[in-house]
């Protein structure tokens, strides 16, 4: 039996034939790449400067009561204090460090999952689920280690309202002195592995959510089916990350924490706070503060992100 070619394709196989097309036409042009990791880059930062202040409670609540058991404060109360004691510019403390590092790890973050992708299906032949989980933690652990001075200046600043007259700049000089310049990579692989899961996580659900609801729904490219899978996107990550974040967050504010020793890695930090102050404590800053964060960060991301792309004429995500 002949097959029309010029025939239009139509439901489950018209859209595998427009993946597959999507992911040909990934170019290495010097424009397409600034435009590429230039939309991604700043559709972080944006999200992460709204999202900021809940950033800020997240911390704060990671490093209550290190190396004890104790009553926990929940984020309304917590934020109540910050105001009372510190004032509201408090809650954008370390703000700056933010937003270089999601204009940078940002750009790398989401920049890196396409190309990662391109080179598996070329390489494979394939993009499915496990392709696109390990394109994703390819990306995330990759930006992390180029940025993880940023990270640690950002927590260092958002636990200390003392250091915000000084500024980031100060406060680098400072901690290069004290402590030496590898204090930078503090929690560098905790941060890592928070990163490649986050972005496995959230980039792979975010991909695999919009490929499903194209071919077993109405829903087409745009607003609507960026917001349903962002949202899908933002709840898997959440999940499966608060976890690895608390740790992350231990080991970059080591001085914070000596009271109880110094962590040697991420293990045993996670080994020393299960045993310290309880297996819930890995959950610490978790719940409605970090899901609050991470859910609307990861909307506003992809979505501002879906519509640079579009105004730059790249294809979608």
Same mark, same amino acid.
């Given at each position: ?15 595998? @034939? ?10 290495? %042009? ?9 939309? !991604?880059?700043?559709?972080? *930062? @944006? *999200? ?51 937003? %270089? ?11 890196? /999952?396409?190309?990662?992708? /391109? ?30 001075? %940023? ?10 309202? !003392? ?42 659900? /975010? ?9 077993? #729904? ?18 898997? !990550? #959440? ?23 110094? /962590? ?24 409605? *503060? @970090? ?7 990861? #909307?506003? %991301? ?9 105004? *730059? ?5």
């Amino acid at each position: 039996m002949s097959v029309n070619s010029s025939a239009p394709l139509s439901g489950p196989v018209a859209v595998e @034939v427009k993946v597959g097309e999507k992911q040909k036409n990934w170019s290495t %042009t010097p424009s397409h790449i600034v435009h590429h990791f230039g939309t !991604s880059g700043l559709a972080v *930062a @944006v *999200a992460s400067a709204v999202t900021h202040p809940l950033d800020v409670l997240k911390v704060r609540l990671q490093m209550q009561f290190v190396g004890q058991k104790g009553p926990l404060n929940g984020m309304g109360r917590l934020f109540l204090q910050i105001l009372k004691k510190e004032g509201p510019k408090s809650l954008y403390l370390g703000l700056t460090p933010a937003l %270089t590092r999601s204009i940078l790890y940002g750009g790398l973050r989401l920049g890196l /999952y396409e190309p990662s992708k /391109y080179a598996c299906d070329w390489a494979f032949g394939s993009t499915n689920i496990l392709v696109k989980i390990a394109s994703g933690a390819f990306a995330g652990a990759t930006a992390t280690a180029l940025t993880n001075p %940023t990270e640690v200046l950002k927590v260092r600043l958002q636990m200390n309202s !003392s250091m915000k007259q000084s500024g980031s700049i100060a406060e680098m000089r400072r901690l290069i002195s004290e402590e030496g310049i590898r204090a930078l990579w503090k929690g560098v692989g905790p941060a890592m592995a928070r990163a490649a899961a986050l972005t496995a996580s959230q980039l792979a659900t /975010y991909d695999e959510s919009k490929r499903i609801l194209i071919r077993w #729904t109405p829903l087409e490219e745009g607003f609507h089916l960026h917001l349903i899978s962002s949202a899908v996107a933002g709840t898997m !990550s #959440t999940l499966i990350t608060a976890p690895v974040d608390m740790v992350k967050t231990r080991l970059m504010l080591q001085r914070e924490s000596r009271k109880v020793g110094s /962590y040697k890695n991420g293990f045993h930090c996670a080994y020393q706070v299960v045993c310290t102050e309880g297996p819930r404590a890995l959950y610490k800053g978790r719940g409605f *503060a @970090v899901f609050a964060r991470l859910g609307p960060q990861s #909307t506003i %991301t992809f979505i501002l992100c879906e519509k640079l792309r579009e105004l *730059a004429g790249l294809n979608a995500i």
